[in-house]
């Protein structure tokens, strides 16, 4: 599960029962004691909830939660190694995920392209401070993984006739022996369009990814022709991936 499920699904358990402890949490979302207070304390930040001995209970803002983006140390770094592959008036597609965000965040100011994206939180971190057009694709708003996203079966349509220079996407899981895997069916419709409708398709993979399946296999250690990787990812997968003819950009 990745941090961005966890935080959702924490939230989503105290608007059921209002208040949970810590054991029940690492039990329900098989982690140990310290993730549990570490995405705890990262929820009391955002006013969601307040931390309690041994637990935490739901505030009255959460009823209310909007979405905010967490900016940590890996995703600041994978974020910088995309920005140095972007040109200021390039085409380009960002899906939602943190390490995305981050990069919106990052080159907005400056970027006078053109930004796809199925995401809103990357829209509106362009439309405040960015001189590049904002293409918002797909049709109804959904809450996943802690972010605001459209339905992505209309953005896969919408895609089919747009060419984009760089698109920018992660997947959910990335293992030795299968290669990478994704969510959802649709998010592997999506992916498998830009990898014929964008020169260039960079994964970026966390080191949450790696050592995990989901639910549906996207491709082999070889889907993708260059991948953005954490500088901790587990010993191996650089050598693998490089070995089955990946570009690898490592991140610092």
């Known amino acids: 599960m990745l941090p961005e499920e966890r935080l959702e699904k924490i939230i989503a358990l105290l608007q059921e029962k209002k208040t949970i402890d810590n054991e029940s949490l690492c039990s329900l979302l098989d982690v140990s004691i310290s993730t ?4 705890l304390d990262l ?13 935490a209970v739901l505030t009255k803002q959460a009823n209310v939660y909007t979405p905010e983006v967490s ?8 974020a910088k190694a995309a920005e140095e592959l972007i040109f200021d008036e390039d085409r380009i597609f960002l899906s939602g995920n943190g390490t995305n965000f981050v990069l919106a965040r990052n080159i907005a100011s400056r970027f006078r392209g053109i930004v796809y994206t199925n995401n809103i939180n990357i829209m509106l971190e362009f439309l405040q401070q960015s001189p590049a057009t904002v293409i918002l694709l797909g049709g109804k708003v959904m809450l996943r993984h802690g972010s605001m996203d459209t339905d992505v079966s209309p953005v896969v349509a919408n895609l089919d006739d747009v060419f984009v220079d760089k698109a920018f996407v992660q997947p959910h899981g990335l293992s030795l022996r299968h290669g990478f895997f994704i969510n959802t069916l649709e998010e592997k419709h999506l992916y498998d369009t830009l990898k014929k409708n964008a020169m260039h398709l960079y994964g970026i993979a966390s080191n949450g990814t790696c050592d995990h399946v989901d639910r549906y296999h996207l491709g082999g250690l070889d889907y993708f022709s260059d991948l953005i990787l954490a500088g901790n990812t587990p010993a191996g997968y650089g050598e693998a991936l490089m070995e089955a003819g990946v570009n690898i950009i490592r991140s610092l």
């Open 36 to 39: 549990v207070k570490r995405d």
């Open 43 to 55: 929820l009391e930040k955002r006013r969601v909830l307040r931390r309690t001995r041994g637990g």
């Open 71 to 78: 900016y940590d140390v890996e995703a600041e770094a994978m």
